[in-house]
């Protein structure tokens, strides 16, 4: 079954506290990105990435990285977060030619930071 | 940079009846791609429809339809026979060409189809 996941599905931490949010893909996309969703503000993208090693800013990339270093594997890493970056995140994948392709998206990922 | 506005944050619907979305947009770009994603409360978003913006013809599947007015920057989706099912958020989604493959989303309708 071709799909997005992500791990894990629910997060409460703490301020400061170093974590890691996992997305992988199994239909070869090229394409991946990180979004955050907030009420009354939509979906915003965090970071992208056009194929392995490859990856760029969007609209709220502050407080965030990633890597890709494997083509189906696009993590997000937050350092040291903070109570701002308590969201629901999603990962989306997508081919990354032409369009307009559709992008798939994971089940999202609920993180609370106290 | 492109904005896509949502002025409609919450609507209900009778089921069996037919509801129509809002959606505008601004942009500056000539070649751009629109869509609708719903998103139930599984939290899953998931692709309604989109439309190509040089194409004249608005797109359809099944019961969801669009109308697309390129002048105006409009972009409203409109849900005939309303079933339950059909209850979720709704967002608009604005993407141009090229290598970013940014989504721009609007804040949403959230959409309540009574029984």
């Known amino acids: 079954e071709a799909q997005v996941t992500q791990n894990p599905r629910y997060l409460i931490t703490v301020t400061g506290k170093k974590l890691t949010v996992t997305c992988s893909q199994n239909?070869?996309?090229?394409?991946m990105s990180w979004y955050r969703q907030d009420p009354g503000l939509g979906l915003r993208q965090i970071y992208y990435?056009?194929?392995?090693?490859?990856?760029d800013k969007g609209d709220v990339p502050e407080g965030y990285k990633v890597s890709r270093k494997e083509k189906r594997n696009f993590p997000l890493i937050l350092e040291s977060p903070s109570p701002n970056q308590t969201s629901l995140y999603f990962c989306?994948?997508?081919?990354?030619?032409?369009?307009?392709?559709?992008?798939?998206f994971g089940p999202g990922t609920r993180l609370t930071v106290t | 940079a492109q904005t896509v506005t949502q002025s409609q944050p919450e609507m209900s619907v009778q089921e069996a009846e037919t509801v129509t979305l809002s959606c505008t947009y601004d942009?500056?770009?000539?070649?751009?791609?629109l869509f609708w994603y719903k998103q139930p409360p599984s939290r899953q978003m998931i692709l309604v429809i989109r439309?190509?913006?040089?194409?004249?013809q608005n797109a359809t599947e099944n019961r969801f339809s669009v109308n697309f007015q390129k002048a105006a920057k409009s972009f409203s989706l409109k849900i005939s026979d309303s079933q339950l099912g059909d209850t979720a958020m709704y967002f608009c989604?604005?993407?141009?060409?090229?290598?970013?493959?940014?989504?721009?989303f609007g804040s949403g309708t959230q959409l309540t189809v009574l029984p």
């Open positions: 942009t500056s770009e000539n070649n751009y791609y």
């Open positions: 989604a604005f993407q141009t060409p090229g290598s970013a493959r940014q989504l721009t």
């Open positions: 989306a994948s997508s081919l990354s030619r032409g369009g307009p392709y559709e992008q798939y």
């Open positions: 239909m070869n996309h090229e394409y």
């Open positions: 990435s056009m194929n392995v090693e490859v990856t």
């Open positions: 439309q190509e913006a040089y194409k004249q």
